[in-house]
């Protein structure tokens, strides 16, 4: 049994306790309180002791790339069209599993290295061909769907079933890369098996515009691939026809909703039981979509988490940046922020039984975050100041990143 003292310990699920302590055995959190006289806790410093931050959203094979694909404020389309070149042919969007070089890294270890120098612990993470070997950070896998075109349905819903058992849930792409009776399927699969559905929705103007259409850019796109095929999607349809079919599964994730309506929105609100949304802030800042309404999925009282997507959209896979942007841009308090990124994030992913929060019997799943000498009416501020930075991160008790003299992983 240890005991770790910091200058503040914030539980999230209730106020942050000044000169703080966290006892972990066992993998498990054993006690949170404060600081007694008498105690031979290891002190830790000026550092504060949070929840592991969850990234409820990425694609980890894409954690090699130096730089996001494309330019700021392209379009999806053309944004896919990059993907498409990035990776080694054209199968691989299909069923994207890009060949790693003996000579280079895997990029899913990357982003596994790289997520707990960021000090998060869990991560959702959606999974193509690409190997996983194991993780010392909690991963839910969600394996990916692609087929459009009716002839492939069959061969991908084999697959489906073959992996499910390795994996944590199924993610039917998007709209316009999974064919209705695919998505049926998937569905029907996740009420079968009790397992969560994650899937890309309303992300883009051209994404709607095909769903109502069957024109547009994306349209063009899927031509140009030959993806394409008349009664893959039925036209007129909108992001409500999908979440109505979703709300039918134990558990569902939209990824993004950057074009949800209010009534979409109310929709969602009625089922947060088991529907919520991963929002990527900086993702959609690299988009340059419209603004995003998340004061009304709040005013909804909906499970809002955050993400990263990947590094084809975003320059890392920080969390703690994400709430920085969301504080910045949305103007929520930094105690809100926290919350997006731990608490919120273990509810999308059904795992707050777990983790996301510091109390008795939850994953010893911790970030130490070295923060400034300054002081603050409300600790929270001190998470975000320009000065604070992740110097440790544990997973079930065991240190798996650190810089703090005291703490050797």
């Known amino acids: 049994m240890t005991t770790y003292r910091a200058r503040y310990v914030f539980p999230v699920d209730r106020p942050p306790i000044e000169n703080g302590t966290v006892t972990i055995e066992g993998g498990y959190i054993r006690a949170v309180g404060r600081f007694p006289d008498e105690s031979d806790a290891t002190d830790l410093g000026d550092v504060a002791i949070i929840p ?24 999806l389309p053309w944004w896919i069209r990059e993907v498409i070149k990035h990776r080694t042919n054209v199968a691989d969007v299909l069923s994207p599993s890009a060949a790693v070089s003996p000579t280079k890294r895997d990029p899913i270890q990357m982003g596994i290295d790289e997520s707990a120098r960021c000090g998060v612990v869990t991560i959702g993470e959606i999974a193509t061909g690409s190997t996983f070997k194991g993780s010392p950070l909690d991963v839910s896998r969600y394996f990916e769907l692609r087929a459009l075109r009716r002839g492939d349905v069959d061969r991908c819903l084999d697959e489906a079933k073959s992996v499910l058992s390795q994996c944590d849930g199924l993610s039917p792409h998007a709209p316009y890369t999974v064919h209705r009776d695919l ?3 998937a569905i029907w699969l996740c009420r079968y098996a009790s397992r969560p559905l994650v899937m890309h929705l309303a992300e883009s103007p051209e994404e709607l ?3 109502a259409t069957a024109r547009g850019p994306m349209r063009d796109l899927l031509d140009e691939r030959n993806w394409w095929e008349p009664g893959a999607i039925l036209v007129g349809q909108k992001p409500i026809d999908y979440l109505q079919q979703l709300s039918n599964v134990p558990r569902s994730i939209i990824i993004h909703g950057n074009y949800l309506d209010d009534d979409e929105l109310r929709f969602l609100g009625i089922y947060r039981d088991r529907m919520s949304v991963v929002y990527c802030p900086r993702t959609h800042a690299y988009f ?5 309404p998340l004061r009304s999925m709040l005013s909804h009282r909906l499970v809002v988490a955050l993400g990263t997507d990947s590094r084809a959209s975003n320059p890392d896979l920080d969390v703690r940046k994400e709430m920085q942007f969301v504080i910045e841009r949305h103007g929520v308090s930094p105690e809100l922020a926290l919350r997006l990124g731990t608490i919120n994030g273990a509810a999308a992913m059904g795992l707050g039984e777990y983790c996301g929060i510091l109390t008795v019997g939850k994953s010893a799943n911790l970030a130490i975050v070295q923060i400034p000498l300054r002081h603050s009416a409300d600790p929270h501020e001190l998470l975000f100041d320009a000065e604070a930075r992740v110097i440790a991160t544990m997973s079930r008790g065991r240190v798996v990143f650190s810089e703090h003299p005291t703490l050797a992983p």
């Open 288 to 292: 340059r979509h419209d603004p995003y």
């Open 209 to 211: 515009q095909l769903l």
């Open 183 to 185: 998505f049926e399927a």
């Open 52 to 75: 592991g931050l969850v990234n409820a959203h990425t694609h980890l094979e894409f954690s090699d790339l130096e730089r996001p694909l494309g330019e700021p404020g392209m379009s």
